[in-house]
Every structure is written in structure tokens, then in C-alpha cells.
């Protein structure tokens, strides 16, 4: 079974607890037990708080394999697909030419719904969903834009470290912004008012060319537009 814990506010397991997997979406606070067991997965986007508790965690890292399931955004106008966030079920992408936003649902299919980024988000690379909002990154003026969830520009920005240049992904992980370099295969770690916090680290030698990452199940995955690899990084880096 799987516990998931989506919304804002404090939820709070009153007796002890054990799952197979455990999710703290964003905005969600967890007040864990006084023992707490999870067997597999456990992805935290929101806040966790032991308290006095006890958390036993054991799991198997599963060796990645494609499932060959895998959906066309082409014909949706998406033809230039780069940045995919999950948000309320549905993915996300955008699109670096036409500078859009395309929703599709979570078998693939378009649901015939997208918008326009604004004109100064001209070349959007990534997306993450964090905190009721949408957050997409600018390759040429090293800019991460806010959007509601509906596409309306909140005329929130806020500018990358001057080493972040070219930024490419970006996802959130510990109430943090994580985002990649393209050129210089850097992540960089910025607070959600998007103050970098002096903090990066370099990725691996074969990873010279990072596009998108993502949180998932304590790691951070990382792809790569050359190689077309899929590169796993532990929190710290």
C-alpha cells in the first residue's frame, strides 16, 4: 500500500503506521507516530517531523527499466518538447519554439489544453510544479519565471547566480529550487524566494551535458542531452 499526503497544511498519524511507500506532496506537512515503517519508497516534497518517533526504513533499489510505454507530443503542436513537470494527475511540457505549456493526461493523450509563456520566457527549458505554482527557467537570460497552475504570469522572477548562465532543469526537493547548467554541468541550489544559497555540486564526468532532473525517491535524476543516459545523484550531491 501506499500512504499519500497531498495539500497544504499539517497532517498527523495519531498510532503507529507501516507502508509500502510514503509521499509528502508539496505544501504538506507529516507529523509522524510514535513508530513509523516504510519498506520501499519514500519521496518527500513538503515537510516530514519525527518528533520523538521512530523511523524504520528499508528498501531495494529497483534496477530502471523501460517499460516501453511512451506517448507522441508532436501532433499537439508540442513538437519541440524540453522541460515535464507532474502536477494534479496531469504532465506538463514545454515547448522551447513556440513557447508554450501543453497539458496531457496521464496516459499521454492532450487534453487540448496549454498556454502561452510570457514574452520574456522566450526560451523555456524547464518546468517544476512547487507550491500551488508553475516555475520555468530561461536558457538565453538566466531568469526562472512564476506561473499559476491556470498559465497566468504572476510577474514573479527572480535571476540565477551569474555561474548558472545557461540553466536547463529545474525541480524542488526540501523546500528548494535545484537547477542544472548546460554548459558548466553544475546544480545549483537556490531558496524558493530565489536566493541562491551558495551551494552546488558538480556532476559526473559522463554528465557534461545536462538538460533535465528531477526528485524522486531520495535521489536526483539527471538526463543528458548527448548521451542520452539518465544519471542518479544522491541529495548531497
Known sequence: NTLIFIGGGTKTLSANASTS????GSGATLVAPTLLSISAGYTNNGTFTAGAGTLY??????????????FDTAGSGN?????????????????????????????GTYTGSSFALTA?????????YHNGFFWVTDNIDAV?????TSGTSTGTSFSLTAANAQPSGITAYNNLFWIADYVDA????????????????????????????????NFFWVTDNVDDVVYKYTTAG
Open 21 to 24: 511507500a510514503l509521499t509528502i
Open 57 to 70: 526504513a528499508s528498501s531495494t533499489a529497483p534496477t530502471p527499466t523501460y517499460t516501453t510505454i511512451s
Open 79 to 107: 513538437a519541440n518538447v524540453e522541460g515535464i513537470a507532474v502536477y494534479n494527475t496531469f504532465f506538463w511540457t514545454t515547448d522551447y519554439i513556440d513557447d508554450r505549456i501543453y497539458q496531457y493526461n496521464a496516459d
Open 120 to 128: 520574456a520566457n522566450g526560451d523555456s527549458i524547464g518546468i517544476a
Open 144 to 148: 526562472v519565471y512564476q506561473y499559476t
Open 186 to 217: 553544475v546544480v545549483y541550489q537556490y531558496t524558493t524566494a530565489g536566493v541562491y544559497t551558495g551551494t552546488s555540486f558538480a556532476l559526473t564526468v559522463a554528465n557534461a551535458d545536462p538538460f533535465n532532473l528531477t526528485y524522486y525517491n
